[in-house]
């Protein structure tokens, strides 16, 4: 359209809109900044209330499992940023709602609506069984390590077939540990800083093309159980490790107890940590 | 237990009892007679009526939507073969309903059990999007051709999950097209025959240590796309060739429109079956 | 076009028209009789006289340095099987023109005419300084041993390109030794029996999509220096072996000089034979 | 010689005589300064004029399709650094003499001559069908992307041979973009800035012991299509970045043209670039 | 020599003589005979008594720990067939003289006395503790099982060097379990039968260059843990199978103990047979 | 027990004990006092004197072919740094005593006194004969340059098994050149500072879990003939760079003498170095 473009030029913004799921969470409150920056509308959605909505934001709780809403939400989106869903173990069913329906439903509605490109977050949790002595690249095999990573395994085949079927592309990011610090050892070799992820954000959605891409979301920490090699044309550079923390942390002797699943695999506590019993 | 293991001496069959879901089906039929002889007791079930119930089976109609039926299924078992299900592209909500959620009970009930072995219908349509130009091993990334395909990936993690977190075994067939004979020029390729099927089946019931294997579900047909070399370790050597049907389809010059993805893709027609619309 | 359509369909014939250059060589002439059981005219074609030629066939003595006559040669060819050019060592000048200019004419003539597929004799000696210790697939580092190799290590390239660029689909044979009977013990290696040379060819011509592919064309000898497992899908199964005329070179210890070229590389006598000093 | 031994001690130098080909293009004029710190004597020679000529240079104009001519230049060289013939898209028939025939003149005549080693400008064109949402590294199959990138993959084959058979050893440069600075977005990932072009030059002829190697010439670029860490012996460390000018092509949306094959191959432009038809 | 090979053409042997290391065990009696078509001189050692001596025999007794008693062995030698030394777990101290003073004491000899080349009897006790779930080629790392599988393990080693060094080759056969039969179900998978036995010492001779070859000692049997591609140099195509005894061994449910050793690693008892004490 | 850990607790020290044999040669010296700060006690041993013992350590003047004074030596030890045993060609008959029965002493020892990990000082001399074209990381086949490098080889192997059997971890270090700086042009490739190797045991000593881990001790060099990517869940980032005295050995023209084995491997002048003759 003629017309918008030019409005679009005006905006110098490359975006004219971009939909943010999950942006009452975590990662979603540290990205929702970021997005201003990138888009003309910055649609923000979440299942949690969503806070103060700025000018240029279009606010919308959403529950993804909900096809109809779903539809709505994606209509007149360039590109989405998914962070919704369940993030942690659960019981099945509410994963089943949320990561597998749920996902569904927003493929669904992003091939209708003609969105060019999703920008998923997958999960570690994916590739997790694989043991802390090796290394992992994004071709290995899948391990999930927990329901939830089963439904990140699904994420990942399902936006795979959306590319192969309708060239709808998707970025597959593998998140770590991304919190102000790491809160453990083990987050030591997960961690992803904050403006790490948002970069990581930014080189997925601006990458000219991407087609069906898989990238580990770690931060370039001292210790490294992931390679991302073969993702190199996205152009993910970290600025931040985790050395700084690891003070925090003294050296210790390794753990004593050698066949502890919880220190043997790189899921950590994630691989004892389901199934779990649906809540009455 | 002492009286048992007297028991099953004095029936000289290896296996107390085993499980056949999707028992009414095409392969299922094929199957029910030959787990006689490896079985004192044979269960089978479906969601359809399963015809005459012979002296040493028990039967069973149930829906693998139903958890509490399924958990009852399951109960007594030393070993599941697993054909039940969808096995081509439907709706979304009914491949959610028997591929996942129906998977899902049956793994969550086994485990629960303490049910050692499953073998899984898996599909080539697990990675149906890989072109006819290449010949894919069992290590091959995913590429599902259909929703229903989709599915099948997500039996093949959630699989991999229960044996890496319990120790349940699952040996995944990546079956072909198991029919009398070939139907297309494709099926030539893809041919299973019954003979062959069943093979796989003793193999992967019989094998001692099978850890969570993938195999691929065809004959020694001329052509091949798919290669077990990492599954040699399950001894399966198929017996039958699809050769003796190569005259039912005669030579003609290669397809003229280059494009046409049911030609380029090992998935033939099935990838352009999918996304199906609900059914009203 | 609906009426030829209606005259092949009579004819019973797969193919309308095919070229067979090289039509005069050993191996043309092996292949001349078959090709008339697959196409309603075989054109043949070579630089030397083409002898008798039957009804079905149109005969014509071409030079391949020659553009024009090149692109006269291909109209009206569905697919081309190029055993023309030089097959030996020779001198630089001869093989630019027989081998390159002459290939680059060939594909350019068989673009522009719309020809759909070639079957272009490549040669092992395009990796023959890989050692006999070793084993390749049709993915190993190109080693050509002579000029006549670099030349065929650039028929493989050339032809790579048209596909790429225009679909133009090419299955480059890299035959090995194919005559009535391995002429030395290194030919007990690299033999392809004259029947299994003819279902090679027609694999390649009537397999659905070969896009680009690279085979070796050796029968089923006891000693193999090549894996053609990446080339499955072209359902070449040798029948014939180099068993039956290991008789001829009885058992000898091993050759006692260690380090003489021709007897550590694949190439055997070929690594020593060029390059040629030009021909006054 | 002892007394060239004594004479090259006194000059400082660790070259006698270096031949630099093309001396008088981009790339050319570049490297003429620098050769002089490790060469007593540079020779340079181009088809076009040379301009002024230095004490220390012996300039020659010579067209590389000279055969005779091409002798005369290797006369007494240590080693060549071959930047000569065409390296853009261009009819067939130029093609073949500048860069098949020459290049051939250029090691027939250096095997004769005893050079020692051939730095020779390949190009990234010679790979340049592989989509720029893969990797590639030195090993990764050919996929010329023009006629141009066809002979380059001929040159490679080529100078394998005289390694293979002469021992002759080459280092093959897949060189990028090298201009003062990225001209499009695309050679923000292609871009070989001049410092590192010549650094790159200096690691391949000083390495010790390079035999038949082939490494990309890029600078450490944000996104990058290709992997040197096959050649991490040549210890080419790259100091530029295109980062610097990432400001002049403001992000945008991903371009919205998908199957555009210039935006979906490494070769970008390129690959529709050829074949051309011949000057008249 | 010229009197010598015109003797040896009178003999019509392919070789002139042959040592044969342990001849009095198991394998080295099923060898025995067969060595006498294929030498004039058949050079029979062990440590244990060698039972009668035929005519073109040369017995010696000696302890390969007896380094001049090795060296004299090893005089007038064309190859070697090394089967002596300890084929099970022992004690270091027994392992360390026989095993690894012993076959340096062979290798230094033969290098010495100018032998060409040994047939070196390894073990898939090198390898032996890969699961049983996965199949190993000849290139997978090392894996011993017991301190014999390391002293295996060495002699792949120390025969390596000696090739790089000296180009003195070497075959190591990781011979399977070689028996008249197999005595267990493991042994169904790891069996070798007498005759494919000596034709893989057929091949190892016979082959004109082998360098340095590692191959497994399997017949063809139904179930396999290993995989021979990368030697299909030597030839070595087994005409046995364990099928025909797969009746001594009925099927079974798979064992329960999941957590076995001795079930879910390939070297089965072997795993948990050392280390030894010593003997007092 | 409660007690010990009590006293650790207080001490602020990682380790109650660590041994370093070695601890009189060149990189003991330099790691005995980093150790300090990691252990409360430092059990020092060699076969040379120990010079001046501090407040925290135990000194012990051992032949590690001598058993019984192995396993006193290992008894309370938590972990081990081997640097013991000879670190150059030697003949044969020290090599056994020092690297084959010495290693097994004190890995038997170390098992049976509960000892949890070793770090193990391999070399690069058990990769040696592989050409300095090539770059090879921690699975590349062993080919050892010397009979020194083979008993390196029988290291890693041992230590393999302690692993599998056992549960013992190791962390083999391939440690190239170490010393204050590099002594010919070869060890700009090899070097690794005396900093990074203090790093090099840190991280190998502390990383939670190693299993069985193969790694480069090599600095931050500019050509690099190796690659740790396997590695990196050890976290080791060498600071130091051979670049600072590259100066020190200026740049010439390749070597002349192509064939020489001393410039073509990266065991250099090793590969020429043995086998040495016993010593009388």
């Not at 996902?103 to 490109?117: M, T």
């Not at 999703?118 to 927990?146: C, E, K, Q």
Request: include cysteine.
């Amino acid at each position: 359209m003629t017309d918008s473009n030019l409005d679009r030029s005006a905006a110098q913004k490359p975006f004219r809109r971009l939909l943010l799921t999950g942006a009452a969470g975590n990662l979603g409150k540290q990205l929702r900044g970021a997005l201003a920056a990138w888009a003309d509308v910055v649609r923000v959605s979440d299942i949690a209330p969503l806070g103060e909505v700025s000018e240029h934001e279009e606010a919308s709780v959403v529950d993804l499992a909900d096809a109809a809403a779903v539809h709505a939400l994606l209509e007149g989106v360039d590109a989405v940023v998914h962070l919704g869903g369940i993030s942690v173990e659960a019981p099945f069913e509410d994963l089943l709602e949320a990561n597998i329906r749920g996902l569904y439903n927003l493929y669904s509605a992003a091939q209708k609506q003609g969105v060019k490109r999703v920008i998923y977050a997958s999960s570690n949790h994916a590739v997790g069984f694989h043991p802390v002595t090796s290394v992992v690249d994004t071709d290995a095999p899948l391990r999930p390590d927990t329901l939830y990573g089963v439904t990140k395994c699904f994420g990942e085949s399902l936006s795979r077939y959306y590319f192969d079927r309708f060239g709808l592309e998707t970025v597959c990011l593998r998140i770590g540990s991304s919190f102000e610090q790491p809160r453990n050892p083990r987050m030591l070799v997960t961690y992803l800083s904050y403006r790490d992820f948002i970069e990581l954000v930014r080189c997925s959605l601006f990458t000219n093309r991407v087609g069906h891409a898989i990238i580990y979301g770690v931060s370039d920490n001292r210790i490294s159980w992931v390679d991302n090699k073969k993702a190199a044309f996205l152009g993910f550079r970290p600025q931040d490790s985790s050395a700084q923390f690891e003070h925090l942390f003294p050296a210790s002797a390794p753990h004593t107890q050698f066949d502890d699943p919880t220190q043997r695999f790189q899921g950590g506590p994630f691989v004892l940590a389901g199934p779990m019993e649906p809540k009455r």
